[in-house]
């Protein structure tokens, strides 16, 4: 097959088989054009590519379960077919890859047309009657790469391969990852943008989702008014991924914006429950399944502060910040309810949606919240409880995730305020001065805490089981993915996979890993790759 100018081996796989059943790029309409110079794309969903060959690849780590799910094993993992075709080596024979076209909202502002410019979906999978979409990040060169070279290097690849899985295990919606290898190739980036580029390995993960479809990707059409298009790609979207609505309601349109918003919602309910910040929500990076995507400059809270962005391109407005990430997925929804309304025409029904999420998000939070301390028959009195909370957390600058996994230790009964005080102090970055103010507000929040803990029904050890299963004990903290990267970078992949292995169970006691149940090193507070991270990936 020739594409683009490029001969391709096509590979008729006897290791890898898949059960190859494609819709994207079947239903949807192509660019006609087949070459990959840069281009406004129009009346189209997606442009054909080929991935580039790298010149000499290697898969450095996999996931056993993502393999499983599109119906492959381990001994497929080490074939080297497994290797050529997961790193854009090889074509699969009957397969034909392509890039995306979409638009987006950047930090706000509309910023046109954007596409896949470095991601290449390979082909559709069916296995146990899902649908999975695989697609390779870093693999080269679209029409949607703008002025960038279509890559990705190690650092960014480590990070993104390993924190979809782990936020897989952590039962929050997420694109995943079944491979991450290098590609022998060398990649240029000015990682802080400082005027200091240099070389850095190059790297290709294989994303996987039952599809990588974003806001954007319906804004692009609403802003071309190309209506035509847009209905094409919503009811594609509709009769694949929310099959219960078609053809149940009137309001089909309305009713599929409606689940969007019901799924962005709890998605970012997730992430403020595990302190996930996600560092780039443009509309260009929201999933239209509510799954979380595009791992780039995120991060994990620890000091809880609502302020903190990982994301240094972000630094001057902290537009992303933590606590204003349902705001953020909310306009978002805005600007999607903009997309679809050539299609439901009707202002206040789009509105009377996007009011529901106002309306939902408190509940939802304070219940979440509630949960995570332990309470279980909420009560309109819990609010002022985890608002003193959250207050009290910022004066000690205390770990999140330490924090609300010790909570379940304290006994109301068996314990004063000082001894339940005493439990999770360790999480506490700011020692405690004795008898200072800021102890006070932290007895006097316990107290209240203990108080309203001895009303419950339920016994001590039950409340502990249903506390640990929602406040994980190991999160994939900025400071250990580096550490991962930085042996990574020297041909030493044993942390990743130990990073893999430990995040597949995070709310389990490990006693053997009981190292990563610890606060931030002093070391990593302000370090690039920790802290600091740019967009540059
Ligand atoms: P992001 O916000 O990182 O998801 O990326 C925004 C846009 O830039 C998307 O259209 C990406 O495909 C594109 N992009 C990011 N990095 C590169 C790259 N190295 N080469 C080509 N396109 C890129
Ligand atoms: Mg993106």
Known sequence: MIINGVKYPLLTSRKVKLNIQDTFNKELPADPIFSNERRQVEEACYSFVTPRVPSNPTVIHVSSEMLHEIGLTEEDAKSVDFKKIFSGAELLEGTSPFAMCYAGHQFGNWAGQLG??????????????RRWALQ??????????????????????????????????LGIP??????????????????????????????????????????????????????????????????????HIVGRETDDYLHFFQEVVDRTLDMVIHWQRVGFVH???????????????????????????????????????????????????????????????????????????????????????????????????????????????EESLQLTE???????????????????KKEALEIVKVAFYNPLELGDKVEHEWLSWMKKYMQRLSE????????????????????????????AIDKAKEGDYKMIDDLYQLLKNPYTEQPENEQWFAKRPEWARKKVGCSMLSCSS
């Open 398 to 416: 205390t770990d999140m995730t330490i924090f609300f996994r010790l909570l379940s230790d304290i006994n109301p009964i068996s314990m004063n």
């Open 456 to 483: 419950e029904e339920s016994s001590i050890s039950d409340r502990k089981n249903k506390m640990d299963a929602i406040n994980p004990k190991y999160v994939l903290r900025n400071y250990m993915a580096q550490l």
């Open 116 to 129: 896949d410019g470095r991601a290449i979906n390979l082909c559709e999978v069916e296995h146990k009657n």
């Open 174 to 243: 997420t694109t995943r990852s079944l491979s991450l290898s290098l590609t022998g190739d060398q990649v240029l980036r000015d990682m802080m943008y400082d005027g200091n580029a240099a070389y850095e390995k190059g790297a290709v993960v294989c994303r996987v989702a039952p599809s990588f479809l974003r806001f954007g990707s319906y804004q692009i059409f609403m802003a071309r008014k190309d209506k035509d298009t847009l209905r094409t790609l919503v009811d594609y979207t509709m009769k694949h991924f929310y099959p």
């Open 279 to 389: 560092g780039v929500m443009n509309t260009d990076n929201m999933s239209i399944l509510g799954l979380t995507i595009d791992y780039g400059p995120y991060g994990w809270l620890e000091g809880y502060d609502p302020d903190w962005t990982p994301n240094t391109t972000d630094a001057s407005g902290k537009r992303y910040r933590y606590g204003n990430q349902p705001n953020i997925a909310l306009w978002n929804l805005m600007q999607l309810a903009n997309a679809l309304y050539p299609l439901v025409e009707d202002v206040p029904a789009l509105e009377a949606v996007l009011k529901s999420y106002q309306q939902r998000y408190p509940k939802k939070y304070y219940t979440m919240m509630g949960d995570k301390i332990g309470i279980i028959t909420h009560s309109e009195l819990d609010m002022k409880l985890i608002q003193q909370l």
């Open 136 to 169: 390779l990040k870093g693999a080269g060169e679209t029409p949607y790469s703008r002025t960038a070279d279509g890559f990705a290097v190690l650092r960014s690849s480590v990070r993104e391969h390993l924190c979809s899985e782990a936020m897989y295990h």
